[in-house]
């Protein structure tokens, strides 16, 4: 099973403020239903509550949710208590690539603990002011190809470049 990870970042590493994103961009929110359809994500607590009511359960797709409480409850959901227990359990569904879907803590703890090997990031083409970063990691330990750019349109108010990063 391949253990991916995807985010979209600002330049400076920015990837969110008070629990929510900082951008609205919908090619890439086209290209993360596309990615993640069919499989299972993992998401930390604060950034499954982070999405609207009425999007989630992520739907088409297992949700895992990572929380150290051991009352918490999801309808539709799979509750671990680690990382490294909700990987397991995408791997015990027969799951061929599972996806940590952020936010910043499940991002850090996953890149420090070398859990993923592949990364499909969303480079924006700006910074923001935030409060949420995406780990820096060293660029020498991946190969990546752009798989596609975003252009600044009607909908889509920046420009970013969506990357596939393979741990060498
Ligand atoms: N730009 C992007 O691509 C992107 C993607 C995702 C999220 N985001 C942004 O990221 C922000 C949310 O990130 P965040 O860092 O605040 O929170 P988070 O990583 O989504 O969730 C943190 C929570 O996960 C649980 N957790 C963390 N580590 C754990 C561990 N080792 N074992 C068990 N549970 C653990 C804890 O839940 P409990 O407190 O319940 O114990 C913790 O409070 C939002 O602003 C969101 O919009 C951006």
Redesign the pocket.
């Known amino acids: 099973m391949i253990v991916s990870l995807?985010?979209?970042?600002a330049k400076n590493n920015a990837?969110?403020?008070?629990?929510?994103?900082?951008w609205h961009l919908p090619s890439d929110m086209r290209f993360f239903k596309e990615t993640t359809t069919g499989h299972c994500i993992i998401?930390?607590?604060?950034?499954?509550e982070?999405i609207p009511e009425k999007y989630r359960p992520l739907v088409n797709r297992t949700n895992i949710i990572?929380?150290?409480?051991a009352n918490?409850k999801v309808r539709d959901a799979i509750i671990c208590?680690?990382?490294e227990e909700a990987i397991e359990v995408a791997r015990s569904k027969g799951e061929t690539e599972v996806f940590i879907?952020?936010?910043?803590?499940?991002?850090k703890?996953a890149m420090a603990k070398c859990l993923v090997s592949r990364m499909y990031i969303?480079e924006v083409d700006a910074e923001f002011e935030a409060?949420?970063f995406f780990p820096a990691f060293e660029q020498k330990s991946w190969i990546s190809k752009e798989l596609s750019s975003i252009a600044t349109d009607e909908k889509n108010q920046l420009q970013a470049s969506i990357k596939l990063y393979e741990r060498k």
């Open positions: 995807i985010v979209a970042k990837i969110g403020k008070n629990n929510n994103l900082l998401t930390g607590r604060k950034n499954y982070s990572v929380t150290r409480n918490f208590h680690s990382l879907i952020g936010g910043g803590q499940i991002y703890e969303t409060d949420t």
